[in-house]
């Protein structure tokens, strides 16, 4: 259950189904998620039938990015609002820890690439957070293509999601710069040591990648972005236009409209780690192959009344917490 909509599937089938639900733009606008609530309970009902899964099966909702959001805003609303949303699927949600999603990350890129992931760490840039997860080490922000955007635009426009940002000025990009600094700086901490990447989200290989590939010419490889390239685009965009721009790059959807922040976000990870080139692989990751294998998510399934009132006063460690402890 992420930003965007949920995702469904079982250990027993090769089956995903998924329903859009925009979960970010209600807690944007103050609202929280009492107006996703009924359509969130209907999915539940309906996804498992869709996919066929089994009906005796234990089902566990995993929330990401945006469910920390609500949480962060109210944790009393969020868990009467969770245990609306079991009452009326049989679902309980647990609120998932930014690092427990890069691990799920990572898990599901290891199990789709195989041989073919060359680097000790994935780059997923989703629409409300950002994972940079190893097999080992992982870090993670709220930090999404959408919720970045959304920053500057509060930052430099004093607007609303959907601004446009172009054109921005050189004083304005050393700003942008900085603050996405200031809101990485635990990555040094979190990563130790050399740190290589493959991104595997949309954002950067549907958006950044073949935006890149158009504005400098020959700086692309097969399946990779240097840093150097992506700065350079940077350059060439950010006093332009928003339609200036798409006739450039060729791209008049949605990812134009993101396509500056992006790339300051792509070129911040880089700079942050370290590194010199990304590797790109476009896969249909989903959180569900980890969530699927985490038997400690689904040792709460039974104890979940336990769990949402160590929702309220631990916040997001609850799901740490040990359910055998529970009375």
């Not at 089938?13 to 209907?42: C, F, K, M, N």
């Not at 969530?291 to 400690?296: E, G, K, Q, T």
Request: charged share 15%.
């Amino acid at each position: 259950m992420g930003s965007s909509g949920i995702r469904a599937g079982a250990s027993t089938s090769a089956v995903t189904t998924r329903t859009s639900i925009d979960y970010l733009e209600p807690l944007w606008d103050g609202q929280g998620l009492e107006v996703v609530v009924e359509p969130t309970i209907s999915a539940m009902r309906n996804l498992p039938e869709e996919g066929r899964f089994a009906a005796h099966c234990a089902r566990v909702g995993g929330g990401f990015s945006a469910w920390r959001l609500a949480l962060q805003q109210g944790p009393v609303e969020l868990v009467a609002i969770l245990a609306r949303i079991n009452a009326g699927s049989g679902v309980p949600v647990l609120v998932i820890p930014q690092l427990q999603e890069g691990a799920y990350g990572y898990h599901g890129a290891r199990q789709l690439l195989g041989d073919k992931l060359r680097t000790s760490h994935v780059l997923d840039i989703g629409g409300g957070s950002l994972q940079i997860a190893g097999q080992h080490t992982a870090y993670g922000e709220l930090l999404g293509q959408k919720v970045w955007h959304h920053q500057l635009c509060r930052e430099f426009r004093n607007a609303e999601p959907a601004c446009i940002l172009q054109p921005m000025t050189d004083v304005e990009l050393n700003a942008a710069r900085a603050l996405l600094a200031a809101k990485l700086s635990g990555v040094s901490a979190a990563l130790p040591g050399k740190v290589s990447m493959t991104a595997i989200s949309r954002p950067v290989s549907r958006g950044v990648f073949p935006a890149v590939e158009r504005l400098v010419p020959g700086a692309v490889g097969a399946d990779s972005l240097s840093l150097s390239a992506v700065s350079s685009s940077i350059a060439r965009i950010a006093g332009l236009s928003l339609e200036q721009t798409q006739a450039l790059t060729g791209d008049t959807g949605a990812y134009s409209t993101y396509l500056l922040s992006s790339l300051l976000l792509v070129e911040g990870v880089l700079t942050v780690t370290g590194g010199e080139s990304l590797q790109v692989a476009e896969i249909d990751l989903t959180n569900l192959p980890g969530l699927l294998a985490d038997d400690h998510a689904f040792a709460w399934y039974r104890r979940y009344g336990c769990y949402l009132e160590r929702l309220q006063t631990l916040g997001v460690g609850a799901y740490g917490s040990d359910p055998a402890t529970c009375p």
